[in-house]
Structure formats: C-alpha cells, structure tokens
C-alpha cells in the first residue's frame, strides 16, 4: 500500500506537471505576438537570376490572412504574385491584368517567415515595416484563372520599366 507521504509526492508531482502543462498551452506564441504587433511584415529583397536581370522584389506576408504576396520588378519585366497559403495557389499577375493560376509549393512555417517564389528566392522578413492591405486582395481576374504558366511566362512590357508600387494595379 502507498504510504501517506508517497500520496502527497505524487499529489505534488501530478499538481506540477498539470500546471507545468497548462503554463506552456498558456504561453502565448512568440509568433501570435508578432502577428498581433506587425498584421502585415514587409521585406525588401534584392537578388540576381542566372537567366534575368538583377530584380527588386518587394514581398509581404499576412499572418492573419496567412497570405503572401510579392511584387516582382526586372526593370524590363514586372509582375505581382498572390500566394494564398491555406490553398497552395499561386496567383500572378502581368501588368496587363493576365492572370495564372499555377500549384504552389508548401506554405511556410508560420514562425519562419520566408518563402520561395516560382524562381526560388528566399524571402526574409526579419526588417518589418507596416501596410498596405490591398497587396493581399488578387484582382477579380484571378478567380477564374486556369491556365498554366507557361515557362518563361514573362514578356517585355512596353510601358515605363519602372512604376510605383503604390499605382500598380490600380
């Protein structure tokens, strides 16, 4: 038979596991945190393709939405993408107002915000500056969009090489 102090070492042992366990589920998410300070986090990535120009790619993601979405810019080509992650759907959109539709790859870890685009650059997020809500609604083009995207899909735009986020699509 249990002795009376073995009862009251295992009530102690079980009260502080239970609370052990109901502390961490408390706890709340560094990233939730995160999500809460910043709905919307930007970063501003400048890479190089092997078969393109130098690009400027300015990306978004939205933990509250949990879409991403980047703007795209060669200079000569430019285009946005619509990631929506819950549904591994990637939406881009030429200048023109084209849309594809193509599958996406996994959604990013939500405590990771990076991600890899049709062209594979990982996009990093950690120098957050707010806004704009409108990057994550794709146009109406898009949601009957089936048709694949051809490779490579982009076309020299005959419109000034560059043009002001804040414009594009509007």
Same mark, same amino acid.
């Given at each position: 038979?249990?002795?009376? *102090?073995?009862?009251?070492?295992?009530?102690?042992?079980?009260?502080?596991?239970?609370?052990?366990?109901?502390?961490?589920?408390?706890?709340?998410?560094?990233?939730?945190?995160?999500?809460? !300070?910043? !709905?919307?986090?930007? @970063?501003?990535?400048?890479?190089?393709?092997? !078969?393109?120009?130098? @690009?400027?790619?300015?990306?978004?993601? +939205?933990?509250?939405?949990?879409?991403?979405?980047? +703007?795209?810019?060669?200079?000569?080509?430019?285009?946005?993408?619509?990631?929506?992650?819950?549904?591994?759907?990637?939406?881009?959109?030429?200048? +023109?107002?084209?849309?594809?539709? !193509?599958?996406?790859?996994?959604?990013?870890?939500?405590?990771?915000?990076?991600?890899?685009?049709?062209?594979?650059?990982?996009?990093?997020?950690? +120098?957050?500056?707010?806004?704009?809500?409108?990057?994550?609604?794709?146009?109406?083009?898009? *949601?009957?969009?089936?048709?694949?995207?051809?490779?490579?899909?982009?076309?020299?735009?005959?419109?000034?090489?560059?043009?002001?986020?804040?414009?594009?699509?509007?």
């Amino acid at each position: 038979m249990i002795s009376q *102090s073995m009862k009251c070492f295992l009530t102690i042992v079980l009260l502080y596991v239970v609370q052990a366990a109901y502390a961490t589920k408390a706890t709340p998410d560094r990233c939730c945190i995160q999500a809460e !300070q910043f !709905q919307t986090s930007f @970063g501003v990535l400048e890479t190089s393709y092997d !078969q393109y120009e130098e @690009g400027l790619l300015t990306c978004a993601f +939205d933990f509250k939405s949990n879409q991403f979405g980047c +703007d795209v810019d060669y200079g000569s080509y430019r285009y946005k993408t619509y990631l929506l992650v819950d549904k591994d759907v990637e939406y881009i959109v030429e200048e +023109d107002s084209t849309c594809y539709e !193509q599958w996406a790859d996994p959604a990013p870890l939500r405590c990771v915000p990076e991600f890899s685009t049709l062209y594979g650059t990982a996009m990093n997020f950690t +120098d957050s500056v707010s806004d704009p809500d409108y990057w994550f609604v794709p146009p109406a083009s898009c *949601s009957n969009a089936t048709q694949q995207v051809p490779k490579p899909f982009l076309k020299r735009l005959n419109v000034l090489k560059r043009l002001r986020a804040a414009t594009f699509f509007l």
